[in-house]
């Protein structure tokens, strides 16, 4: 098993999980699978976007946990998942089959959820949403900085006018197969400019960058040419459940334009949250923020005594 990358102390240093397990998909991908907090409470999983892993999480883990059962998991090919060897393990068909394999492996039959995905984790909730492994599962759902489409034409990454070269240039970047290398003072500018807010504290840049640096080259590289066709437009009609939408208006890679049209597409969306100066990585740069979205969705629709759906259950 490979190591992950993290914080090694402090707010943003993953906490030790209650328990470890394997989600099988249905290839036979092993998926690294993690849980934390009481059994009972009220459930959250947490989906992890492109070059990440569960150690992204790390503060929504340490917030959330202690009142509510909160599961994560790495994305095939990042973390301690196992990494594709043929390039048909890299698809939108597959992050569907995933979430289906760490549902049924982390929850109880009818058991509901709030599920939770950031850039490449809420595509994986689009692209699921009309799995029945789903559907039985999910009672709300974030998507956080996310788009469903047109990700390469409208990244703001390259400083360019919108057009071709700024579309084949971003392409460039953003598939890029040299090795990210170590973690240098030029790396966490580079990454900050690309994926974080102008005001972003420097150890919350640290943190991204350790996160992103650790993800190997092959999955990075595999998965930006799958996110460069990406076409979930659609599949837009079927994330039926209570979906809140949050970005930061300083996003390069997924801009806000992606927020507000996910919000006016969505059968039932519970509200748009744009955060000021904030860029892409909205989980480490504004955690609260985040936290809060998570834990309003959990409290209104989460499974389990202490959330209101579980509540009108017993009621019923």
Same mark, same amino acid.
């Given at each position: ?8 102390? #402090? ?17 036979? %991908? ?41 599961? /994560? ?53 689009? /692209? ?34 919108? #057009? ?19 973690? %240098? ?77 996910? /919000? ?8 748009? %949250? ?16 985040? %936290? ?25």
């Amino acid at each position: 098993m490979r190591g992950r990358g993290h914080a090694p102390a #402090g707010p943003f240093a993953p906490p030790v999980a209650a328990r470890e397990l394997t989600a099988v998909s249905a290839d036979g %991908t092993r998926l690294h699978v993690e849980a934390h907090g009481p059994d009972g409470a009220p459930a959250v999983v947490l989906v992890h976007g492109w070059t990440c892993s569960t150690a992204f999480w790390a503060a929504q883990v340490r917030a959330l946990s202690a009142t509510r059962r909160v599961i /994560a998991y790495d994305q095939r090919g990042h973390g301690r998942s196992q990494v594709p060897v043929e390039a048909a393990g890299y698809s939108t068909r597959a992050l569907a089959d995933d979430l289906e394999a760490v549902l049924a492996a982390t929850l109880a039959p009818g058991e509901k959820a709030v599920l939770v995905g950031h850039s490449m984790g809420g595509m994986t909730l689009m /692209a699921a949403a009309a799995r029945p492994g789903v559907r039985a599962h999910a009672a709300a759902a974030l998507l956080c900085s996310t788009g469903s489409s047109r990700l390469v034409a409208e990244s703001t990454v390259v400083p360019l006018r919108a #057009g071709t070269v700024r579309t084949f240039l971003t392409r460039r970047v953003l598939a890029a197969r040299a090795p990210m290398g170590p973690v %240098t003072p030029l790396a966490r500018a580079l990454l900050k400019y690309a994926t974080m807010g102008p005001g972003s504290a420097p150890e919350r840049v640290d943190a991204c960058a350790r996160i992103v640096h650790a993800c190997p080259r092959v999955p990075r590289y595999r998965w930006a040419h799958i996110l460069d066709g990406l076409q979930l437009d659609a599949g837009l009609a079927d994330l039926t459940v209570p979906t809140a939408v949050l970005a930061g208006t300083a996003d390069r890679l997924t801009p806000v334009v992606h927020a507000r049209r996910l /919000a006016a597409a969505l059968p039932h969306c519970t509200g748009l %949250t744009e955060l000021a100066g904030v860029g892409h990585m909205t989980p480490v740069e504004a955690p609260e923020a985040v %936290t809060r979205a998570v834990a309003d969705l959990a409290d209104t629709y989460a499974d389990g005594p202490s959330g209101a759906y579980g509540r009108l259950k017993e009621g019923a």
